[in-house]
């Protein structure tokens, strides 16, 4: 099992950047693939990012790729979400998320999540 905390969030005007991290307990991080999701008002949860257990897979929404970049430090136990020319379209709540099946693709299951941190960005 894995616990997740999530940092970084913060409000922004729109161009600016953040850098959310995901810090995760436990000895196995390693072998979890991880994402980042997003949950804007009113909206269902959407996928943003997610990275393989190694790090040598990375996969995007539409709406981010070229703007944000997934990164992760196995022996920090953490993962990074740089976001880069935000929009006021980029506001939510994001979320990080570990997959046990560590591929993190479209055949991932997100069995753990964190509390979310907010993300506004201002026009």
């Known amino acids: 099992q894995v616990q997740l905390a999530e940092s970084g969030g913060g409000l922004v005007q729109a161009g600016g950047s953040l850098r959310l991290s995901c810090a995760a307990s436990?000895?196995?991080?390693?072998?979890?693939?991880m994402g980042w999701f997003r949950q804007a008002p009113g909206k269902e949860r959407e996928f943003v990012a997610s990275i393989s257990w190694s790090g040598s897979s990375t996969y995007y929404a539409d709406s981010v790729k070229g703007r944000f970049t997934i990164s992760r430090d196995n022996a920090k136990n953490t993962v990074y979400l740089q976001m880069n020319s935000l929009k006021p379209e980029d506001t939510a709540v994001y979320y990080c998320a570990a997959d046990p099946r560590a591929q993190a693709d479209q055949h991932a299951r997100w069995d753990y999540w964190g509390q979310g941190t907010q993300v506004t960005v201002s026009s």
């Open positions: 436990g000895r196995t991080f390693s072998s979890y693939g």
